[in-house]
């Protein structure tokens, strides 16, 4: 905490005596704090001085008592200067200082921002490795892990649209923008959220880690947690985020002895850039026509007509403000909204807010309705006057499963090693996924294109992960065949094999393996089996799916030498000039080519004739000449044809009669190819320049 050691002096050239200590030894002083009182005794010795500390620090040693008389060059006490290791907005937190002036400015303050919702408080490096390690033995002494949970498609689904404010399983709260009327939110919590956070805080200490602002952040915490005994308040939300596009950026801030602890839940891994410890979960999504709203924005996307929300027109502004009154709007729904009716087959229809997609054709206006598709959720109306929306996601069944396992695998293996060591979740949660399909042996039909190799298909990286074998063909290992139809030479093969080993084997459609891997156990083979004639639409696994694994890193490319083996050899010779010599290059070229134009056209002047020549007109009126003869030549052949059958001794006319001038000495004679070739080459020019 403190590196400097500073001796305190005398303020005097003659002795004095040290009256009263108004600190002990240990005490942190600030600048200008009174540190003793003291006499002159060079005057009269009986007026009490005080001396004032010019520096802040912690008083080390006390090297003079009370009553004793000090020599002007010896040194009363020791104080090691404040190195400022915990900071609150630009203040020290232990002494006090401003750190804007430019004094404090010099020394190594606080840059570690511990705390989630208080960016504004930062420790030094020091006391934050000391904090991270008290937390890390804390959690092993607990048998704890970190566990980092998104909120946006993960936990919840919020939406900003207008919805009926009767929607069972809905929670509406309205945040206040600043300098703006603020907005309504709609949040659907996903199904069993209470009950895996519960299970999950038995082995985890949970934090929230969201892209949303911090007021909705903390919103949406109060519902999850309005007792705040699971997250507290760890809320890392979009304010406190070093990246706006990435949330790998903080981990070093928030545990700076390292991620060993720490496991992922969301469903973007690419905010993590792909981390090892990441488990990438089904995306939830209630509201049909809402994404994540609080995404942040693709790199260079450009902005794109979308279709509107509900069946609505699209809409500009991407969140609608609403009336800054959240109490009579919730109570009133908005006027868009119709009282629902049942209808015949016992749905709930509304004229607005029914899940329809529309066709918007471009310069229209006018929006065409379609028929619901067959998998769009049920609305229907219970006795009490509430909308229930049938919600079948059970992901979060399956997610807790997961964690379990991979909390058990960790300390399985952290007391393997004596308690000496601590794991690496970046390598258990790859371990714990290769365990699901152990021992099994695939073999691929119509999941990889011919024209791609086997071992960069993502079915092939899918089923490695899981840790499955891959084959291109059968062999004597063989336990399932993943086929997308029915028929293919390989389903036909395994049927022959089927028949003559003891030993079943399954061929099952890509669902299966997608559904591994998704849930991270091996689902049922009879639940995906490949039927007759049946053919599965899920070629591509979906992207909860298909993690990428992570790119390999950059190799420094050798320099090749060249048969010389000098270094110059291999530089782009243009590479040496600077700009000034090109642009003199360029200069000596357009010089070049002005004299040799100065003088061909002094030397070639044509006449009157030349330019009235046909050979010399210019390439519009050769190729309106062109147009010209074509149409004659036509008009040519088709009247020689008719006339063929009365007079066949009368000659064809090859060629339009062209004007001709009498020869003079001095040009030469007019030549027919001459002026033909020179048409070609401008109708060629011509058409080059159209493509």
């Given at each position: ?143 704890k892990l970190v566990l980092l949970v998104d909120l946006d498609q993960t936990l919840v689904h919020t939406t900003n649209d207008n919805i009926p404010p009767n929607l069972k399983g809905v929670l509406h709260f309205f945040l206040r923008g600043p300098g703006g009327p603020g907005r309504w939110c709609h949040t659907r919590l996903r199904p069993r959220t209470q009950e895996f956070l519960e299970s999950a805080a038995k082995n985890y200490e949970l934090h929230i880690c969201t892209f949303g602002a911090r007021q909705y952040a903390h919103a949406v915490a109060e519902l999850l947690d309005p ?169 979060l069944i399956y997610l807790e499963d997961i964690l379990k396992r991979i909390h058990k695998h960790f300390y399985d293996v952290y007391d393997k090693m004596g308690q000496k060591q601590i794991p690496d979740l970046k390598i258990v949660i790859p371990e714990v996924k290769s365990e699901v399909l152990t021992g099994t042996s695939l073999v691929f039909s119509g999941l990889v294109p011919t024209h791609q190799k086997l071992e960069t298909s993502r079915a092939y990286l899918v089923a490695r992960s899981l840790g499955a074998e891959v084959t291109q063909d059968f062999t004597d290992k063989t ?213």
């Amino acid at each position: 905490m403190a590196d400097k050691t500073i001796p305190i002096f005398v303020p005097s050239e003659k002795p004095v005596k040290l009256a009263k200590w108004k600190i002990k030894q240990g005490t942190v002083v600030t600048q200008g704090q009174v540190l003793f009182l003291y006499k002159d005794l060079a005057g009269d010795g009986e007026e009490l001085k005080k001396f004032k500390s010019s520096h802040a620090g912690t008083v080390s040693s006390i090297k003079v008592k009370e009553g004793d008389v000090v020599e002007p060059s010896s040194a009363v006490a020791d104080l090691e200067e404040c190195r400022h290791p915990t900071v609150m907005m630009e203040m020290c937190a232990e002494c006090g200082a401003d750190l804007r002036s430019e004094e404090t400015k010099k020394l190594d303050v606080a840059i570690v921002p511990m705390v989630h919702s208080v960016p504004e408080l930062k420790v030094s490096e020091e006391l934050a490795q000391k904090l991270g390690k008290e937390d890390a033995e804390r959690l092993l002494k607990d048998r704890k892990l970190v566990l980092l949970v998104d909120l946006d498609q993960t936990l919840v689904h919020t939406t900003n649209d207008n919805i009926p404010p009767n929607l069972k399983g809905v929670l509406h709260f309205f945040l206040r923008g600043p300098g703006g009327p603020g907005r309504w939110c709609h949040t659907r919590l996903r199904p069993r959220t209470q009950e895996f956070l519960e299970s999950a805080a038995k082995n985890y200490e949970l934090h929230i880690c969201t892209f949303g602002a911090r007021q909705y952040a903390h919103a949406v915490a109060e519902l999850l947690d309005p007792e705040k005994k699971y997250f507290s308040h760890r809320i890392l939300s979009r304010d406190e985020c070093f990246d706006p596009r990435t949330k790998a950026a903080n981990l070093k801030a928030l545990f700076p002895c390292g991620d060993n602890m720490v496991c992922i839940i969301d469903d973007r891994e690419d905010v993590w850039r792909h981390a090892a410890n990441l488990i990438h979960v089904r995306p939830y999504s209630f509201f049909q026509s809402t994404g994540d709203i609080n995404a942040p924005p693709p790199i260079e996307e450009k902005p794109k007509l979308t279709i509107g929300k509900n069946g609505t027109q699209p809409q500009v502004q991407e969140m609608p403000t609403l009336d800054a009154e959240p109490d009579e709007n919730l109570e009133k729904p908005a006027n868009n909204f119709e009282k629902p009716t049942e209808g015949s087959n016992g749905k709930v229809i509304k004229e607005v807010m029914e899940e329809k997609p529309v066709d918007i054709k471009e310069g229209n206006e006018k929006i065409e309705e379609v028929e619901l598709p067959p998998a769009e959720p049920v609305w229907t109306e219970t006795s009490d006057g509430q909308i229930e929306v049938e919600d079948p996601d059970d992901y979060l069944i399956y997610l807790e499963d997961i964690l379990k396992r991979i909390h058990k695998h960790f300390y399985d293996v952290y007391d393997k090693m004596g308690q000496k060591q601590i794991p690496d979740l970046k390598i258990v949660i790859p371990e714990v996924k290769s365990e699901v399909l152990t021992g099994t042996s695939l073999v691929f039909s119509g999941l990889v294109p011919t024209h791609q190799k086997l071992e960069t298909s993502r079915a092939y990286l899918v089923a490695r992960s899981l840790g499955a074998e891959v084959t291109q063909d059968f062999t004597d290992k063989t336990t399932h065949l993943v086929a997308v139809r029915a028929g293919t030479a390989k389903v036909n093969t395994s049927r022959r094999i089927t028949e003559k080993k003891s030993s079943k084997l399954h061929v099952v459609t890509p669902d299966w393996l997608w559904s591994c891997a998704e849930r991270w156990e091996r689902v049922e083979e009879k639940l995906y089996t490949l039927q007759r004639g049946g053919q599965s639409s899920c070629r591509r696994p979906p992207a909860h799916c298909s993690s990428p694994p992570p790119p390999p890193a950059p190799v420094a490319a050798l320099r090749r030498r060249t048969p010389s083996g000098r270094f110059m050899d291999t530089i782009n010779p243009l590479l040496s000039f600077s700009s000034d010599d090109i642009a003199d290059m360029d200069r000596e070229v357009e010089d070049i080519f002005n004299e040799s134009d100065e003088s061909s056209t002094d030397d070639e002047k044509p006449s009157q004739d030349d330019v009235d020549d046909e050979e010399n007109l210019k390439e519009d009126q050769l190729i309106r000449i062109d147009e010209e003869s074509t149409q004659d030549r036509l008009q040519e052949t088709q009247d020689s044809s008719n006339e063929s059958e009365n007079d066949e001794e009368q000659p064809r006319p090859r060629k339009r009669p062209r004007k001709s001038t009498p020869p003079s000495d001095e040009e030469p004679p007019d030549d027919d190819d001459s002026s033909w070739n020179l048409m070609g080459a401008a109708l060629e020019r011509e058409f080059l320049a159209q493509d």
